[in-house]
Each structure stands twice: as C-alpha cells, then as structure tokens.
C-alpha cells in the first residue's frame, strides 16, 4: 500500500522559513519521481515542485515559487524535502507530496502552512 506522510507546516510570518517533510513507503523510492503539491483555501490543488528520480539532478518549481522554494531527496531515509524561504500570505495552503500526477492512486493528510502576520 502506497502511503506519502507530510509534516513540517506551520504558522509563519511573511518572510520567514519553513522546511517540509515527505516520507514515503509502498514505492520503490529511489525509482520514483516526486512531486509537492498544494491546495490553497478555496482553491484546486496545483503543482509545486518535482524532483526527479535517483539522485534527483533534474528539479522543476512552479513560476509562483521560484527563486524562493528548494527540494532535495534523501533516498537513504525515503524522504524529500521542501525548503521554503520568504514565504508570502500566497502561498498558504495545505501541501501534499506524491508522485506524478498521472500516477497518483492516494493522498496523504498533508500539512498546513500559513503564512500571515
């Protein structure tokens, strides 16, 4: 069973950091790209970040994000992470990690991030 658990949100000020956890079992991690993913309030969820497959050389953000977020795999612990660095009010949303959109059978809970002063 395919199963992407997500920690590390919280409340943060404008401006401030955050660092996301994603961690993963049911996969062949290291086989597998990895993608964040977001939902902001009343809103569709929309991509992140991707990180490529074994040693993650290619890495992808969205426009919104660049610049700002960074993603790094640890294969050996079966965990990506996303650095967020000056977050904005924008970028509120609760964050979900999975693989390929086309590929995705589950979400996990994801974790909320808010971003406000």
């Known amino acids: 069973q395919v199963q992407f658990v997500e920690s590390g949100g919280g409340l943060v000020q404008p401006g401030g950091s955050l660092r996301l956890s994603c961690s993963a079992s049911?996969?062949?991690?290291?086989?597998?790209?990895i993608v964040w993913y977001r939902q902001p309030p009343r809103k569709q969820r929309e991509f992140v970040a991707r990180?490529?497959?074994?040693?993650?050389?290619?890495?992808t953000f969205a426009d919104s994000v660049k610049g700002r977020f960074a993603i790094s795999r640890d294969n050996a612990k079966n965990t990506v992470y996303l650095q967020m660095d000056d977050l904005r009010p924008d970028d509120t949303a609760v964050y979900f990690c999975?693989?390929?959109?086309?590929?995705?059978?589950?979400w996990g809970q994801g974790t909320q991030v808010t971003v406000s002063s």
């Open positions: 999975n693989v390929d959109i086309n590929l995705v059978r589950s």
């Open positions: 049911g996969i062949n991690f290291g086989d597998s790209a």
């Open positions: 990180i490529s497959r074994d040693s993650g050389i290619t890495k």
